[in-house]
């Protein structure tokens, strides 16, 4: 068995940077509408990019899966899945909180938070065809193509502020056309760290995720064969 020489190391980066981006988040000055409520953006926007890049992954991985028949991508895409999912529920918590004084309500149907929770439902259900289909290849394939189309879900969502205005704000960093950043510039170095450093956390989860998942696959595939070895010779006996 291979020396694991990544995932410590990756797993050390990540807790520093995140060390780092709490204490610059801490420190950030008042804005002068919100106070310190802003800090809130620290959290609440890289949670977002965070699903965002979870979902893409998912549909990344099963395309190489596609591509390539290899059980490792396959396991890769259900692990971000799962990432996505965990993420986007980290995005609308905190979304909440921070509209809780800003808008006067936890919740509203906007077009942004509409999109949002409707990722849940994709990729809810996405893992749950994972989780109702027993062949393995028959299950990478069908999720594969469902984690493909579900990554149509991220330009929708990105944009939603844009074609159906709500009481959402529009985005702080709009990459489209010209590159805007529409805060203080203070808040863009901090911000930028607190990216980076949910964006290795990803990296850590996922790595981790997806050993978990090999040594999940690999305990199954031994009891199958267990369970083969054992039946064969009764099967013998009663055929003589």
Known sequence: MRQDRITTPLGIATLL????????????????????????MFIHV???????????????????????????????????????????????????????????????????????????????????????????????????????VGTLYVPINYMAVEWWRGVHQ???LKLLGKIQWQAAPVYFVILTVATLAFTLLYFYLLRVRGILAAKEEARENRELMNDLGVRAPGLEAARG
Do not use: C
């Not at 995140?18 to 809130?40: C, E, I, K, T, Y």
């Not at 395309?63 to 996505?84: C, K, P």
């Not at 905190?94 to 936890?106: E, S």
């Not at 994709?122 to 109702?132: A, E, F």
């Open 170 to 172: 529009t985005q702080t």
């Open 46 to 148: 890289p949670a977002a990019w965070l699903s965002y890049l979870a979902y893409g992954g998912t549909g990344l991985f099963g395309l190489l899966y596609l591509v390539q028949r290899r059980r490792h991508w396959d396991r890769l895409a259900m692990a971000s899945g799962e990432l996505g999912v965990v993420f986007t529920l980290a995005t609308i918590v905190g979304g909440m909180l921070w509209a809780k004084p800003t808008w006067g309500a936890y919740w509203v149907w906007d077009a942004r938070l509409t999109t949002t929770a409707l990722s849940l439902v994709v990729y809810g259900g996405y893992l749950l065809i994972r989780s109702l289909i027993d062949d393995p290849e028959r299950r990478a394939r069908v999720s594969a193509v469902v984690g493909i």
């Open 17 to 40: 940077l995140l060390l780092v981006a709490v204490g610059m988040g801490l420190s950030a000055p008042l804005d002068v509408n919100q106070g310190s409520l802003v800090r809130m």
